[in-house]
């Protein structure tokens, strides 16, 4: 092979080489933008299902912050839901999903998601928008171990009125 054929061939494999990048990165990119795209237009479809379904929409795109410690120094992070909604006189956090396998709630990321939805917010439930399926799931934690009541047990208060009634006859009987 003459050094003219060596060079050709050493400049169209790097060529290749490149195109083949680009045309990599292109496609990369394109499926991103369709991605987000139908994310878009999955989200504004959540907004006729929910309403349908008699929920109003107060905040889309809402954020809070979550604050937490790190090595007992306090950090905190940004947290957005896509939907804050209302029905009945309760607030929801809604996620909205399309897809193949994020609208399960048994998809780590999206129940991961969730719960930390459910831990900055604090809404009396959540809602995860399946815009695949067309519905609206209703999910609850903390099935497994303690209540997910936020006022105390009421066996606690039943102790504690059992110990004034008790301390009140004792007193009287002094």
Request: net charge neutral.
């Amino acid at each position: 092979m003459e050094l003219l054929q060596i060079l050709g061939c050493a400049f169209l494999l790097v060529a290749g080489g490149w195109l083949a990048l680009r045309v990599r990165k292109w496609f990369a990119d394109f499926k991103m933008k369709r991605r987000f795209a139908k994310g878009a237009e999955a989200e504004k479809d959540a907004v006729a299902l929910l309403e349908r379904h008699g929920y109003s929409i107060l905040d889309g795109q809402a954020s809070d912050e979550n604050v937490f410690l790190v090595d007992g120094e306090e950090t905190s992070s940004a947290v957005r839901a896509d939907y804050i909604v209302e029905k009945d006189g309760q607030r929801f956090v809604v996620e909205v999903k399309s897809g193949d396998s994020a609208p399960s709630p048994t998809h780590s990321e999206t129940r991961r998601q969730l719960l930390e939805y459910e831990h900055v917010f604090r809404p009396d439930g959540l809602i995860l928008a399946d815009m695949t399926a067309g519905v609206l799931k209703r999910i609850e934690f903390g099935l497994k171990g303690a209540p997910m009541s936020r006022t105390r047990s009421p066996l606690r208060w039943k102790h504690l009125l059992g110990a004034l009634i008790a301390g009140t006859i004792l007193g009287l009987a002094l």
